[in-house]
């Protein structure tokens, strides 16, 4: 059927003057004509045959008839209500989608026109009874181009369009991948059909779109899709209400409503005449070819061409497409190692799909081979703890041996997998893992210093003071906001898990506290009433019901942060049946906290987060974030940047080296810059560059704004560098708009990194994973995670040498020339010598 509705409409759009009725009694005499009717006959046969011959395929037609069946009622009953959990852990009931049809179909007459862009936006205007003009609903290019040149060129120029074609506009502003996130591509489509939009001169339509910091382009910014999705949200940007009246915008503001002013009811008329419908889809009024006669003038603008699927097979190349092959041809002209701008920059967009993440679990064949055991560190009931040192670095980690359980051990790796591609200041890191045949051996960085619990216990009074213990909360906190931004909470908070990554002889206002075991369990679970975990003194109410949230974390913090103020536990008695009857009666927790405060002296504001946190109900207390910004962090944190320090001034000197840093590596090849994200995963972070990546991330998260790279400009005192766009997207490269810790510090990887010898051996081994001596095409796409015979491994190779593969020595003169120099140097000196 749809092929018949294809030709059908093809041979209107290529025959104009012939009429319905001449359509039909061509069809009625094709369909008598003996070669349609010997062609029709053999493949009935030739499908009775097969169906005969392949029984395996016969048995399977049941199940995909019911697979369809199952896949079809799903799509037909979209989802219009929906929970969603926001970063900070809770909960909230999105029914925009529901309100949107109601309102639709309550307040619209019967006839109304409906256009959007989205998904939901023609199925809620189906579920409303309404008429829906979408790209979900046209399947012919034109029609959507149609549709991206009006959404995306000014309101005025839009406004001539639509009054033509519909009654109401519906928009989707929730963000990301919302109609604006989106909205370069309808450009684009636009530009495809109607040349005229961007410009032949700009096939991709590169001035519709956001700047790098999600500033718009001019183009954007006058768009009638900016001006919808942004009206009255933006300072400064509002619609003309003369044109497009704002009607409704629903409680979340993913779904805004605009009434189209001074509708032609001319081209409506010509619209609802069936004899002016020749539709691609039964009950559709939005045909191929079939527009108002008003928008004659604009659709005589529109090019015909070869699109991919051939359906205009005589029509030219698009402006788009001749640029691609342009490109290509260039490319192939350019010889292996000529690379020019634009490739070079589509390599490295490329590449950056294997992100700051790459896919190893370990720098060598088996823990034993690779690390030396000094001494045990700890043991308990999930195993034991070792010091080991690395044999090729001389780095000392912290191993945790873990005895493999029957029927886990795929939960263990994708757990592990997951933790391997947790970054943040304030966790430790999981830096590599050996899956052997009796045990897991996970390795971690190592902290030098004592955990939190002994830290307070060997103060002078036993407890933290103020300043101290702000610092202490705040990088608890910042830690469980990058946990839970991931939707993975710790449920175990106590001052034992956590501990400092160095010794700090007496001095906490600058030390760096790290969360030392986040476990192998830790997603967010509701219903865990028969697993209850954690430990006593320190659980929220909530857990002993075996509900397990982000709110729960907040509690635990609360506790800790009476131990570090008071040295004192929060109840007197810690047995589980105690805890579990006491912590329910609200009046003794807060006469508890009342009367520390007093014999404490503790700060009104320590008084009023300690109450915040241990609030019963769940739902009470402060998120992360919030708490965050509580008096007391707040007052702690000015206090801590008036101390002096060494790591500060250091810190500062790397933030106003940054710009200068940044601009070196966007000049480095592909492997390279793969070649730091390694160094960084295999070596030491000092202090210095740790501080630095923290000044800048003040919420928390792990990973970096654009506006945080301003912030940079507030905090070395320069003014902000003209290249900060292209700056900030050289480092953002998982291009998700956030630059992660672990790409921060590849950046700022120190000179005496990357050209010590011995890391530098365990980067090329790990790059070169069949063990050959040599980085090739398939030791690449096994770290980058892409698929063997992967073009963007091959043109990382290119990109350095003609050879097929990188040699110990290419490598070394790539990513440490200094190093080769040094090494000549010497060679030469004592070859003067003797």
């Known amino acids: 059927m749809q092929l018949k509705r294809f030709v059908k409409s093809q041979y209107f759009h290529f025959f104009p003057g012939t009429s319905l009725d001449d359509a039909k009694k061509f069809r009625e005499e094709a369909d008598s004509w003996l070669p349609v009717v010997l062609l029709r006959a053999l493949f009935s046969v030739a499908f009775v045959i097969y169906m005969l011959n392949f029984s395996e395929l016969r048995s399977e037609v049941p199940k995909y008839i019911a697979h369809c069946k199952s896949i079809g009622e799903g799509v037909a009953s979209p989802t219009v209500m929906y929970a969603v959990r926001q970063r900070d852990g809770s909960n909230y009931i999105v029914d925009d989608y529901y309100k949107g049809y109601k309102w639709l179909e309550q307040n619209t007459p019967e006839d109304a026109r409906v256009m959007a862009w989205w998904d939901y936006g023609y199925q809620i205007t189906g579920i409303a009874n309404r008429t829906s003009i979408a790209d979900g609903n046209t399947w012919n290019h034109e029609h959507i181009a149609t549709l991206g040149r009006t959404l995306t060129s000014d309101v005025k120029r839009a406004h001539n369009a639509i009054k033509h074609l519909a009654d109401y506009v519906l928009v989707w502003g929730g963000g990301q991948r919302d109609d604006l996130g989106k909205s370069p591509h309808l450009a684009r489509i636009g530009n495809s059909v109607f040349p005229d939009h961007c410009g032949d001169d700009d096939p991709k339509c590169m001035k519709f779109g956001f700047y790098a910091n999600k500033v718009p382009t001019p183009m954007m910014e006058k768009s009638l899709l900016y001006k919808l999705v942004e009206h009255n949200n933006k300072e400064g940007v509002r619609v003309n209400e003369k044109l497009f009246k704002h009607v409704h915008t629903t409680k979340h503001g993913l779904l805004r409503i605009y009434e189209v002013q001074n509708v032609s009811q001319?081209?409506?008329?010509?619209?609802?005449?069936?004899?002016?419908?020749?539709?691609?889809?039964?009950?559709?009024?939005?045909?191929?070819?079939?527009?108002?006669?008003?928008?004659?003038?604009?659709?005589?603008?529109?090019?015909?061409?070869?699109?991919?699927?051939?359906?205009?097979?005589?029509?030219?190349?698009?402006?788009?497409?001749?640029?691609?092959?342009?490109?290509?041809?260039?490319?192939?002209?350019?010889?292996?190692?000529?690379?020019?701008?634009?490739?070079?920059?589509?390599?490295?967009?490329?590449?950056?799909?294997?992100?700051?993440?790459?896919?190893?679990?370990?720098?060598?064949?088996?823990?034993?081979?690779?690390?030396?055991?000094?001494?045990?560190?700890?043991?308990?009931?999930?195993?034991?703890?070792?010091?080991?040192?690395?044999?090729?670095?001389?780095?000392?980690?912290?191993?945790?041996?873990?005895?493999?359980?029957?029927?886990?051990?795929?939960?263990?790796?994708?757990?592990?997998?997951?933790?391997?591609?947790?970054?943040?200041?304030?966790?430790?890191?999981?830096?590599?893992?050996?899956?052997?045949?009796?045990?897991?051996?996970?390795?971690?960085?190592?902290?030098?210093?004592?955990?939190?619990?002994?830290?307070?216990?060997?103060?002078?009074?036993?407890?933290?003071?103020?300043?101290?213990?702000?610092?202490?909360?705040?990088?608890?906190?910042?830690?469980?906001?990058?946990?839970?931004?991931?939707?993975?909470?710790?449920?175990?908070?106590?001052?034992?898990?956590?501990?400092?990554?160095?010794?700090?002889?007496?001095?906490?206002?600058?030390?760096?506290?790290?969360?030392?075991?986040?476990?192998?369990?830790?997603?967010?679970?509701?219903?865990?009433?028969?697993?209850?975990?954690?430990?006593?003194?320190?659980?929220?109410?909530?857990?002993?019901?075996?509900?397990?949230?982000?709110?729960?974390?907040?509690?635990?913090?609360?506790?800790?942060?009476?131990?570090?103020?008071?040295?004192?536990?929060?109840?007197?008695?810690?047995?589980?049946?105690?805890?579990?009857?006491?912590?329910?009666?609200?009046?003794?927790?807060?006469?508890?906290?009342?009367?520390?405060?007093?014999?404490?002296?503790?700060?009104?504001?320590?008084?009023?987060?300690?109450?915040?946190?241990l609030q019963h109900d769940r739902h009470a207390r402060p998120t992360i974030k919030e708490a965050l910004k509580h008096k007391f962090n707040n007052d702690g944190y000015d206090l801590e940047k008036a101390l002096p320090a060494v790591e500060r001034l250091q810190a500062v000197g790397i933030l106003q080296m940054l710009p200068k840093l940044v601009r070196g590596v966007m000049a480095e090849p592909m492997l390279k810059r793969v070649a730091r994200l390694i160094m960084v995963h295999v070596s030491e972070v000092s202090e210095a560059t740790c501080l630095a990546f923290r000044m800048l991330d003040l919420h928390g998260y792990g990973e970096l704004s654009i506006s945080s790279l301003e912030d940079n400009v507030e905090i070395c005192g320069n003014g902000a560098p003209s290249d900060l766009d292209s700056l900030f997207e050289a480092m953002d490269l998982n291009r998700d708009g956030y630059i992660s810790y672990r790409a921060f510090l590849a950046v700022t990887l120190p000179e005496e990194t990357r050209c010590n010898a011995r890391i530098l051996e365990v980067t090329f081994n790990i790059l070169d994973a069949d063990k050959d001596g040599v980085i090739g095409q398939t030791d690449l796409a096994k770290v980058f995670g892409h698929v063997p015979d992967s073009e963007v491994c091959n043109l990382t190779i290119r990109e350095v040498t003609k050879e097929k593969a990188i040699s110990w020595d290419t490598f070394l003169s790539l990513v440490a020339p200094e190093l080769v120099v040094a090494k000549a140097l010497l060679h030469h000196c004592l070859h003067l010598k003797d």
């Open 266 to 613: 001319e081209s409506k008329q010509w619209i609802a005449d069936p004899k002016n419908r020749i539709c691609d889809a039964p009950g559709s009024w939005y045909c191929v070819g079939q527009y108002p006669p008003a928008l004659h003038k604009l659709i005589s603008k529109r090019r015909n061409f070869a699109q991919i699927e051939d359906f205009n097979k005589k029509g030219e190349k698009s402006a788009y497409t001749r640029l691609i092959e342009k490109e290509k041809g260039d490319w192939e002209q350019l010889g292996e190692l000529g690379f020019t701008s634009p490739e070079r920059e589509s390599l490295i967009k490329e590449g950056a799909r294997c992100g700051d993440f790459l896919l190893f679990h370990h720098s060598g064949e088996s823990f034993a081979s690779t690390y030396s055991v000094v001494h045990k560190i700890g043991e308990g009931g999930f195993g034991k703890v070792f010091a080991a040192t690395h044999r090729i670095t001389g780095i000392m980690r912290a191993v945790k041996r873990l005895r493999k359980v029957p029927g886990r051990q795929e939960l263990h790796k994708n757990e592990l997998n997951a933790l391997l591609g947790l970054d943040h200041p304030h966790i430790v890191k999981l830096l590599e893992y050996y899956d052997e045949e009796d045990y897991l051996y996970l390795v971690f960085e190592l902290c030098e210093g004592l955990d939190l619990l002994e830290t307070i216990r060997r103060s002078q009074t036993g407890r933290l003071n103020p300043l101290e213990a702000s610092v202490v909360l705040r990088h608890m906190l910042k830690a469980l906001q990058c946990c839970h931004a991931q939707y993975r909470g710790h449920y175990d908070i106590k001052p034992e898990n956590f501990m400092f990554k160095r010794e700090t002889n007496g001095d906490l206002a600058h030390a760096n506290l790290k969360m030392v075991d986040l476990g192998l369990s830790s997603c967010f679970d509701m219903h865990r009433e028969n697993r209850i975990s954690g430990t006593t003194a320190y659980m929220a109410p909530e857990f002993w019901s075996g509900i397990y949230g982000p709110e729960g974390d907040v509690w635990s913090c609360g506790v800790v942060l009476f131990v570090m103020l008071t040295g004192t536990p929060l109840l007197d008695d810690i047995s589980p049946a105690t805890v579990k009857r006491e912590i329910l009666v609200r009046h003794l927790l807060r006469d508890r906290v009342e009367a520390a405060a007093a014999e404490y002296a503790l700060s009104p504001s320590a008084l009023d987060l300690l109450m915040q946190m």
